[in-house]
């Protein structure tokens, strides 16, 4: 089976940079997404990493650690459109996993 | 394009009901999988179609059933709703079958069981 692990919540301001970790376990790992979701709405894709190291899109950016079975989100010059819960999710063989979310809040 | 298109949105039923709910993936896409959310345990895995083919299966009772037509479109079935059915119930599209080029969900199906 797979663990995943994120903080509960995070409040940040507005303008400011925001890390929101995720730590795994899995067998048979094929690749990790992180997924935004706004309250009532459905999760939107932000971002895949399958190999070690950094993805950058716009403000958003992901790393990745296979050995240490890690994965960080970084969300740039925030915005109060970025409050929102952010959803980590694993791949194995067979399924993908999510986190329980990290419900992140932007103050003005 | 049009993305992922679930019916209904809403659903009210009663103990005991049974219940189907449909998706319809992306165009191209032959992937389905399904996903319960609730607030306290957050999006559970239901299972994965490709190719009209059951690939996984999460660990859900046997009430819970789905098929996948040759068009990929997709359809959910709960029989015997238990008061615990209640979530939303997304279904998610990808082109492939290892999801290697992301996971599109639809706007999801609201179940309240009574």
């Known amino acids: 089976g797979q663990n995943i692990d994120q903080p509960t919540e995070m409040t940040a301001t507005e303008g400011a940079i925001v890390q929101i970790n995720c730590t795994y376990q899995t067998s048979g790992f094929n690749g990790l997404f992180w997924y935004q979701q706004h309250a009532g709405e459905a999760p939107t894709f932000l971002s895949y990493?399958?190999?070690?190291g950094l993805e950058e899109k716009g403000r958003f950016s992901s790393f990745l650690s296979r050995s240490k079975g890690y994965s960080y989100l970084l969300l740039k010059e925030l915005q109060m459109k970025d409050s929102a819960s952010y959803l980590c999710?694993?791949?194995?063989?067979?399924?993908?996993?999510f986190g329980s979310g990290t419900q992140l809040t932007v103050l003005p | 394009k049009a993305g992922v298109t679930q019916t209904p949105r809403y659903l009210i039923k009663t103990r005991g009901q049974q219940v189907t709910l449909s998706c319809s993936p992306i165009s191209g896409h032959r992937s389905v999988s399904w996903y319960q959310q609730t607030p306290g345990q957050g999006l559970q895995f239901l299972f994965e179609?490709?190719?009209?083919?059951?690939?996984n299966k999460g660990n859900f009772p046997g009430r819970f059933s789905g098929r996948q037509f040759s068009n990929s479109r997709s359809e959910m079935n709960v029989s015997t709703l238990e008061l615990g059915d209640s979530a939303l119930y997304l279904c998610?599209?990808?082109?492939?079958?290892?999801?290697?080029?992301?996971?599109?969900f639809g706007s999801g199906t609201r179940l309240t069981v009574v």
């Open positions: 998610a599209s990808s082109l492939g079958d290892t999801g290697d080029y992301g996971y599109t």
């Open positions: 179609y490709f190719s009209e083919t059951q690939r």
């Open positions: 999710a694993v791949r194995d063989w067979r399924q993908l996993t």
């Open positions: 990493n399958v190999l070690d």
